[in-house]
């Protein structure tokens, strides 16, 4: 196309340069034209003046032979004028340096002839004839001079005609020239656009069934987001067909989380960016979501306008779901190696790290990134020799497992090392033993000494375990009984020997004892009991390095321990049943006593009150002594009603619950004197000392001070200076309280009867009483737990002691 | 003696214990006329006019109960709830006659609704002068309530 339009510029150059020559011509030719035209003029000039001047010497010489006429005379001036006037003429239109000058000799012949003329005859012949010859001679100079610049115009313009003859041939020649090739190259032209036409349809239609063909979804859409073309591909990947889905819009395939994202991506290729490969996610027609890779172009119309996007995407769904799964594989492996707890490297056959746990990198205290792709030999140099290399070399040479326990020194570590190995691989477990072989060590010394305990108590067993549950020591000959050899659990970690479930049985307390604590249970196997201690051995730093597990068969114990339990609960059983029967018996004497003093009151009631009615009905005809044996009679009914008061009072007492207080004594004694000498106020002096406040049954208190109170006034009334002492002391754990009299006091050894109910040292008519009063006062005392106790001498007073202890907190 | 005028009624089993009684209130000049019943069932059925009374008007009520508490067949608790059970009785007074203040009756007595309760005591004068003033108290004093 480029070429083409050189050539065209090129022609139109061309043309237009010969355009310029032939205006360039045409000037020039106009211009000799012109010229030419002049000269033809100077040239007819010229001839005109010599007819002219033929014609005036004629009429001059026929003036001059014959005279004038005035015909002739107007003909005459009338040639002359016109002479005149060629002469004007000629002056202004002769160009030409010789014809001008020729001209102006002409003139001024010419005009001195007519001068002479007008004058007439003025000339001689001769000169006439002279002048006349030499104006001949220059006109016709003149006339010969004109014709020749005619005809050398004539010659310039055939000149002139003949280069413009050529310019036009070649011009034509050229026009005709770039018209046939501007018609061949249209016509070339027109032939190869049909060509390309054919060439595109074809083109697209292997396109289109490309685009068909492929497995990616393809289509475009508009910038509003209308889909427009929509490939067999999308309707596979989709499950949209192209009918259902040409006309809607794209966001139908965007899952709703992933609109903005699309909608900024959309702006991205409206500036007419690409987006290449991008993973992300779509919701087909049924609603799943798929994994897609989508590449997305900006289409441009003609003016490079754009006017929507292209997109394929390829369901990568599976491949994600792969990638993913492998992701996922991976990251439990290498979970799974970083989760044991030995050491674990990865060595390829060059001993090189290809892989390194955490926990190997803390046994070693290195990083991974110091390690990977290291030859081990060069990081630890001084395991070069040792039982590990030469496992590892072994084990990539004989592609066996190899294990070995090594002690590396300079970072003082025990290592168990077991090597796996795998091809171009090899896998080593590394445990850290270091803490196991110290406590091995330390065992190792008093291993005697547990060797001897053990073989010392029958039915026993000590076991001693390391921090990792591994048994280190186990001795004695309840081992048997487990089903167990010493070999077998020592050396190995509990859980790895013992049952799963037993194990998890006892892992509570070993976390226990390796928590410090020590503690001891008794447990029952087999129909054998036994007694479990748990002792945390710990070395000079307290640092807890071991167990010690004692087990003991108590069985004879815990059975004679078992007959107890059944004795006592036999007993228990027995005590209940016993009291059950006493309250009964309780009961029933409760019962008894009311219907005793209820029974017994009557009669007395009857004996008294009949003796009265007697009294006041026949006191006339009843005599003194008749009225003494009345009154005797009323008084010993009287005397047993308060008898039987007093005994009903005295069991409702000993029945009665302690409802105990802090009494204040001093207010308590007080109250009682005062209540005492109600009525009937004593004469006896009553001193009462600083008493302690106790815990005690007010109201039962109330009774025992009553009672000795009374006491002491009754047995004291009768002497000189009547005087009562009530005092109070602590002693251990009880405290003491007195009340003394100087009154008739009594022998000490009726003393044992003094507290029988009904038991009296005294005879009625001498000190009236019932004998139950200190009865009462002994009961209310053992009731709170304490003694009472007396001391007397006949005649010197008595002192009464009661004793209150402590309470024991339950 | 007409049953409907009775005012008071003892209702005691011991003749003796019932004897002393009346003789007391006769001598304190409470000559109020009185009903002796020998035990519960009795005076239920003189209260309630059955049995033996099933002829009494029972809509005129003694104005005092003295109510000995331990009698053969129906006892005193059982006649005192069987009094206040009934609207017929429930209003009138009941002195509770027991022969020692220790008896556990008492206080049943008295959750019963019995209005007092006097001590049989073995000597008779203090026995008497409990009875006279018990009934001034209750006879004298005592408005029936309407």
Redesign the interface.
């Given at each position: 196309m480029r070429k083409n339009r050189i050539v065209y510029i090129i022609a139109i150059v061309v043309m237009l340069g010969i355009l310029l020559i032939f205006n360039k011509e045409y000037q020039v030719l106009s211009l000799y034209a012109d010229i030419s035209d002049e000269n033809y003029r100077v040239h007819n000039v010229f001839l005109d003046l010599a007819k002219y001047e033929n014609k005036e010497r004629f009429f001059r010489r026929s003036f001059i032979r014959e005279g004038s006429s005035d015909e002739m005379n107007q003909l005459f001036e009338e040639y002359k004028n016109t002479i005149i006037a060629d002469l004007d003429t000629l002056h202004s239109i002769v160009k030409d340096e010789q014809l001008q000058h020729t001209f102006n000799q002409l003139k001024s012949r010419i005009q001195t002839q007519l001068n002479e003329s007008s004058e007439r005859n003025s000339l001689t012949n001769a000169e006439v004839s002279q002048n006349d010859a030499l104006i001949d001679s220059l006109l016709h100079q003149g006339i010969s001079r004109s014709l020749l610049l005619v005809h050398n115009n004539k010659q310039q313009i055939h000149k002139e005609i003949l280069w413009l003859r050529w310019g036009i041939l070649f011009f034509i020649v050229v026009t005709s020239a770039s018209i046939i090739v501007l018609f061949i190259g249209l016509s070339k032209q027109k032939s190869k656009r049909r060509l390309n036409l054919k060439e595109l349809k074809q083109q697209q239609e292997i396109l289109a069934s490309i685009v068909n063909l492929s497995e990616d979804a393809i289509f475009s859409k508009t910038t509003d987001g209308t889909i427009i073309t929509w490939n067999k591909g999308a309707e596979k990947i989709y499950g949209y067909t192209a009918n259902e889905i040409i006309g809607k819009k794209n966001a139908v395939l965007i899952p709703g989380d992933l609109r903005y994202e699309d909608e900024q991506i959309f702006k991205r290729i409206m500036l007419g960016e690409q987006v290449q490969n991008y993973e992300t996610r779509r919701v087909t027609r049924n609603g799943n979501s798929i994994s897609v890779s989508v590449t997305i172009s900006p289409v441009k119309d003609s003016k490079g306008n754009i006017v929507g996007a292209a997109k394929i995407s390829r369901d990568i769904t599976e491949r994600v779901q792969l990638q993913e799964k492998i992701r996922l594989q991976n990251e439990e492996l290498t979970g799974i190696l970083e989760r044991i707890t030995d050491g674990f490297i990865i060595l390829d056959n060059d001993f090189r790290y290809v892989f390194v746990n955490k926990e190997i990198c803390k046994m070693v205290n290195r990083r991974p990134e110091d390690l990977i792709g290291k030859i081990v030999w060069e990081e630890f140099p001084e395991a070069i020799g040792s039982p590990t290399y030469y496992t590892i070399i072994n084990a990539r040479d004989t592609q066996q497992f190899g294990s070995s326990v090594d002690y590396y020194p300079p970072l003082g570590l025990w290592q168990e090392n077991r090597v796996y190995p795998g091809g171009d691989k090899l896998s080593i477990f590394i445990r850290d033993i270091s803490e196991q072989k110290r406590a091995e060590e330390k065992i190792a010394k008093s291993e005697k000494i547990y060797k001897t305990i053990a073989s010392s108590i029958p039915g026993s067993l000590i076991c001693i375990m390391d921090t990792d549950y591994r048994y280190l020591l186990i001795e004695g000959d309840m081992l048997e009984g487990f089903g167990y050899t010493r070999d077998e659990l020592v050396g190995n970690k509990a859980s790895a020997v013992i049952p799963s479930e037993r194990f998890n049985e006892v892992l509570p307390n070993l976390r226990r004892v390796f928590n410090g604590e020590s503690f001891s249970f008794d447990s029952k196997r087999n129909n054998r009991y036994v007694l479990n201690r748990y002792v945390p051995l710990k070395d000079e730093s307290e640092q807890i390095y071991a167990a010690m597990i004692v087990l003991i068969d108590v069985t004879h114990l815990k059975l004679a321990e078992e007959k107890i339990m059944e004795l006592n609960t036999s007993l228990e059983t027995k005590v209940a049943e016993r009291t059950a029967q006493l309250e009964a018996v309780n009961k029933e004497l409760e019962a008894f006593t009311y219907s005793v003093s209820h029974d017994l009151r009557a009669p007395l009631r009857a004996i008294n009150g009949y003796a009265k009615i007697v009294e006041e009905d026949y006191h006339t005809i009843i005599n003194d002594e008749g009225k003494r044996l009345l009154k005797v009679i009323k008084d010993n009914a009287t005397k047993m009603g308060a008898l039987i008061d007093e005994l009903l009072r005295f069991s409702k007492l000993g029945r009665k619950a302690l409802n105990r207080s802090w009494v204040n004594m001093n207010e308590l004694v007080t109250e009682v004197i005062r209540e005492m000498n109600y009525g009937n106020p004593t004469t006896v002096q009553i001193n009462i000392g600083k008493l302690h406040t106790v815990p005690v049954d007010k109201t039962l208190m109330h009774h025992v001070l009553f009672n000795l109170i009374s006491n002491a006034v009754k047995y004291s009334d009768k002497a000189n200076h009547p005087m009562v002492e009530i005092n109070s002391e602590k002693k251990d754990s009880s405290w003491i309280f007195s009340v003394k009299d100087n009154g008739v006091g009594f022998d000490m050894k009726y003393a044992d009867k003094l507290f029988g109910v009904f038991q009296r040292l005294h005879s009625e008519s001498e000190f009236p009483g019932t004998g139950v009063g200190l009865a009462i006062v002994q009961r209310i005392i053992t009731k709170h737990g304490g003694n009472v106790w007396a001391n007397a001498e006949l005649n010197k007073g008595a002192q009464f002691y009661f004793s209150i202890p402590e309470q024991q907190e339950n | 003696m007409q049953m409907n005028e009775v005012e008071i009624l003892l209702i005691e089993d011991?003749m003796?214990?019932a004897e002393?009684t009346i003789?007391s209130l006769t001598k304190n000049n409470i000559l109020n006329p009185l009903m002796h019943v020998k035990d519960g069932e009795e005076a239920i059925d003189f209260l309630f006019g059955t049995g033996s009374y099933s002829d009494r008007d029972t809509s005129v009520q003694p104005h005092l109960i003295l109510l000995d508490l331990?009698m053969p067949k129906v006892n005193g608790i059982d006649v005192l709830k069987k009094l206040k059970a009934s609207e017929l009785t429930r209003k009138i007074p009941v002195v509770v006659l027991?022969?020692?203040n220790?008896?556990?009756d008492i206080k049943e007595c008295y959750a019963l609704g019995a209005n007092s309760y006097i001590v049989?005591?073995?000597?008779?004068?203090s026995?008497s002068r409990s009875i006279s003033q018990l009934g001034f108290y209750w006879i004298l004093l005592n408005q029936k309530p309407v």
């Open positions: - | 011991n003796n214990d002393m003789r331990k027991t022969s020692s220790e008896n556990p049989k005591p073995v000597d008779f004068d026995f």
